[in-house]
Nanobody, 128 residues
């Protein structure tokens, strides 16, 4: 079991930067390093969409085409924390951002599918 709590959302001016954090509380006996992690977002009136993911070791990362070159995902296993660095923010980036986790498995790493645990979300608002 993993509980995820996002923070860092707020109002940002277009062209500005924001860093989102997600702290994971892992059940006794668990280990944050066993989990692949991801960020998703849901703009107003739209479906949730993939933003970025990082595998359990940090050796594999991927971002959606819409944020490539602007957003970066990272993790700090010592702090049980996932980050999303958002640069050159655009109005289209306004959304509720969600952190997600899934236990690592053998086989190909899927950036977008199989997430088992979700946070409550943090809102990002972009002023133009």
């Amino acid at each position: 079991q993993v509980q995820l709590v996002e923070s860092g959302g707020g109002l940002v001016q277009a062209g500005g930067s924001l860093r989102l954090s997600c702290v994971a509380s892992v059940a006794s006996g668990g280990n944050f390093r066993l989990y692949d992690m991801g960020w998703f977002r849901q703009p107003p009136g739209k479906e949730r969409e993939f933003v970025a993911a990082i595998n359990w070791s940090g050796g594999r990362t991927g971002v959606a085409d819409s944020v490539k070159g602007r957003f970066a995902i990272s993790r700090d296993d010592a702090r049980n924390t996932l980050y999303l660095q958002m640069n050159k923010v655009k109005p289209d980036d306004a959304a509720a951002y969600y952190c997600a986790a899934k236990i690592r498995r053998s086989g190909p790493f899927s950036y977008t599918d199989g997430y088992e645990y979700w946070g409550q979300g943090t809102q990002v608002t972009v002023s133009s």
